[in-house]
């Protein structure tokens, strides 16, 4: 296996927190997967920063959003409706201002 591509994204807490107010659960619908919806903000900030660090390693913009899904505990993605070769492994972390995740596809 090999390296095929890396992400990282970081997502302000309170600017999360600000489109949430705005959108309430039609945004959590929008983003983030049935199985997903239900965790704390700032949980779910670390997930958005995950699945945005994920579309930069894999170099595909158009999966949805909603369709990466982060598991619990947070190790390894899974691409809902699409076959991707290896496997993306992903790391989050999120802290009072912020939420940063990292992505690396590993692959043949």
């Known amino acids: 296996m090999v390296i095929r591509g890396v992400g990282i994204d970081i997502v302000s807490m309170s600017r999360f927190e600000k489109v949430y107010a705005k959108h309430g659960q039609r945004f959590i619908a929008e983003f983030f997967a049935e199985e997903e919806q239900s965790m704390p903000l700032a949980s779910l900030a ?6 945005e660090a994920v579309k930069k390693a894999l170099n595909t913009p158009s ?3 909603k369709n990466i899904v982060i598991g619990s505990p947070a190790r390894e993605a899974k691409i809902v409706g699409q076959e991707i070769q290896g496997r993306v492994w ?7 201002d912020n ?6 596809w590993e692959a043949d």
């Open 46 to 51: 670390a997930r958005f920063a995950a699945k």
């Open 63 to 65: 999966i949805l959003f």
């Open 90 to 96: 992903v790391s989050i972390s999120h802290e009072k």
């Open 99 to 104: 939420a940063v995740a990292i992505a690396i």
